[in-house]
């Protein structure tokens, strides 16, 4: 093949199932297309397939005009490495990353050979699947129900007997009894639906343009937008804490911090210092899931709390709890975000050092009782010095 060809070049990929997929198109042509079955190799396994879809099909990556990746719903292990790597990418070659939903591309590559009404369900883990419906026509699919999760028993029981893409039906064939091709996304489908506007029940539900502006500021407004995207094919919202949240968030502070939860007159105090104090909740349609807040004190803005209920943990929302206060801090006007955590909380010191967070102090026999380790982590959100002081925080 020679360089000659079409000018757009789309670079799409997916992590969000059992299968890293990489494929290149030139308009209605997939040019290569790869896919290794690995769920737990993610990271390593990703930039080798890039890497080959690009050489078999002769492209150079300064030649890829459009990036297509999907965004779930996932396991959010495997599903970041995908979204980082096209945010990456997108910023420093300055095109448009496009953001899709994984579950309309296998309903897509389904609807080339059915008609009707179709499911289409993938593995969640914890018992659990991801799932929308769809109307196939004319090789078409068109969502008829946002994505969500749930257990499989629990799904409507006219929808269980539809033909299902995904492996969602190889892990409950007693429950979902007609699978169907394909179980893992096709680079190459999604492709295809790059340019589509997001919609839950827009045309074939793909995703919406994500530009990737050169720098900082256009990589965070990516972020943000994938983010969003994330928390909506997830059935998860994020708003501002009110008072009626504050039975679940007391409940929720209580698991999570046994030793120093919040009272609720503190929860109560927090809520009258708004807007210095700014608190986030994500919730389902059912319950409270997570919440997070930060205090703006100017240049720099302190991580006060991230707390998830045991129920919503594994799927990613405390990272999106983080990059939805850190949103909020730039808003502000801060350059830098800084919190405290306890030296003994390993799965709260890989959220923030995974986010980018650097340890700048370590105070010792901070937290009581037990003599822990308080560590103080700073993070630049410009390119700006920011002021080094903080206050307690929770993480």
């Not at 997001?198 to 793909?206: M, T």
């Not at 909020?328 to 350059?335: D, F, N, P, Q, W």
Request: charged residues 25%.
């Amino acid at each position: 093949m020679t360089h000659g060809g079409p000018a757009l070049r789309i670079l799409a990929f997916d992590t969000a199932t059992s299968a890293i997929t990489a494929a290149v198109r030139d308009g209605d042509q997939v040019r290569a297309e790869e896919a290794v079955l690995d769920n737990r190799r993610h990271t390593e396994a990703l930039a080798p397939v890039i890497e080959r879809v690009l050489t078999a099909s002769g492209t150079r990556m300064t030649e890829v005009t459009h990036i297509a990746v999907g965004i779930g719903p996932g396991p959010f292990t495997g599903l970041r490495v995908g979204v980082v790597t096209a945010l990456v990418l997108g910023s420093a070659l300055q095109v448009p990353v496009h953001g899709v939903c994984s579950l309309d591309a296998l309903a897509e590559a389904l609807a080339g050979r059915h008609d009707g009404d179709l499911l289409v369900a993938t593995d969640a883990r914890r018992t659990e699947v991801y799932w929308a419906r769809y109307a196939a026509a004319e090789g078409h699919a068109t969502r008829v129900t946002d994505p969500a999760v749930t257990k499989p028993a629990d799904l409507p029981p006219d929808a269980r007997t539809l033909p299902c893409a995904g492996r969602g039906p190889l892990l409950y064939p007693d429950i979902l009894v007609n699978a169907v091709a394909p179980q893992d996304v096709s680079a190459g489908v999604l492709a295809r639906a790059r340019g589509q506007r997001d919609s839950p029940r827009g045309p074939h539900g793909a995703g919406a343009d994500v530009p990737a502006a050169p720098g900082r500021p256009g990589t965070r407004r990516a972020q943000t937008r994938l983010a969003d995207e994330w928390a909506a094919m997830n059935g998860i919202r994020l708003r501002d804490l009110t008072w009626p949240d504050l039975p679940e968030i007391e409940a929720i502070e209580r698991a999570v911090f046994p030793d120093d939860a919040w009272a609720s007159a503190s929860w109560w105090h927090e809520l009258a210092t708004r807007p210095r104090r700014d608190y986030i909740v994500a919730r389902d349609a059912e319950r409270v899931l997570g919440y997070a807040g930060t205090d703006h004190g100017g240049e720099v803005s302190d991580v006060m709390t991230i707390a998830v209920s045991a129920a919503a943990r594994g799927r990613g929302l405390g990272r999106i709890l983080l990059q939805e206060l850190e949103n909020r801090a730039i808003l502000k006007g801060a350059t830098g975000m800084m919190l405290d955590v306890r030296a003994d909380n390993a799965a709260a010191l890989g959220l923030y050092t995974g986010a980018g967070y650097d340890l700048i102090q370590t105070r010792r026999r901070y937290y009581q009782p037990g003599d822990v380790d308080a560590l103080v982590l700073r993070k630049f959100l410009t390119t700006s010095e920011p002021r080094p002081d903080t206050e307690r925080a929770h993480a």
